[in-house]
């Protein structure tokens, strides 16, 4: 988590991005503004709550980067 004062403010957050069986697949990157979250430990609690729900809709690396069906 680090914190920008400029355009407004904001936290960066990078973390790792997990499947539905908790794997590493990748990094998520984020930016949550100061008017969402007044700390960093908010910014991180936030963060962190919308990786695990997009994890829990990935089922495994391969689905998500499989082709799509036409």
């Known amino acids: 988590v680090y ?16 499947d539905k ?18 700390t960093q430990e908010d910014a991180l609690r936030m963060g962190l709550a919308i990786r695990n729900e997009i994890s829990a809709a990935i089922p495994s690396k391969e689905a998500l980067f499989a082709p799509v069906p036409r």
Do not use: T
């Open 3 to 18: 914190p920008h004062e400029e355009e407004g403010g904001f936290f960066d957050l990078g973390m790792p991005m997990m």
């Open 21 to 38: 069986q908790q794997r590493a697949i990748g990094m998520m990157v984020m930016e949550i503004p100061y008017k969402n979250a007044v």
